[in-house]
């Protein structure tokens, strides 16, 4: 089993307001995201305040690489397309991002060399290509592109 979270940020107008994930895998599809619990320090430079991200982890099991998760190109749960989409609960509205569609792309552990302590800040990396590190994978998208 492993775990894959999406975040992504985007000021919400209102209360009504709420993102969603919607991709290709079937575990990913009209998903309602939560607000992180967290505020992140650097948002406030672009947003002016303290923004918490929208979050969803979706729990994968490591089936295509057999029972002790060695890897394998071809897996069906290494590759995801997905959008972003903006919904009023109020109204039933969604506005989704436009094409193309983003993508994540987990890649061979085997060529995984860690993060560098010493020039690691305080950002996300938004990036296609993720790690699974300690059965654990962060997609962060920057923003909400509706």
């Not at 609960?89 to 061979?108: A, D, F, H, M």
């Not at 690691?120 to 909400?144: E, L, M, P």
Request: with cysteine.
């Amino acid at each position: 089993m492993f775990n894959v979270t999406f975040s992504v940020s985007h000021p919400t107008e209102g209360t009504n307001d709420k993102l969603m994930l919607n991709g290709n895998h079937e575990r990913t599809q009209n998903i309602v995201m939560n607000k992180s619990k967290k505020e992140i320090d650097w948002m406030f430079v672009k947003y002016g305040n303290k923004t918490k991200p929208w979050n969803y982890q979706l729990n994968l099991p490591n089936v295509d690489g057999g029972s002790n998760g060695e890897w394998t190109e071809d897996a069906q749960n290494n590759t995801f397309e997905y959008s972003y989409g903006k919904k009023n609960c109020k109204t039933g509205e969604v506005v989704w991002e436009s094409e193309p569609k983003r993508t994540l792309n987990i890649q061979n552990p085997g060529s995984y060399k860690g993060r560098d302590p010493y020039h690691a800040g305080s950002y996300w990396h938004n990036t296609d290509r993720v790690f699974i590190v300690n059965g654990q994978c962060n997609k962060a998208d920057a923003n909400f592109l509706g």
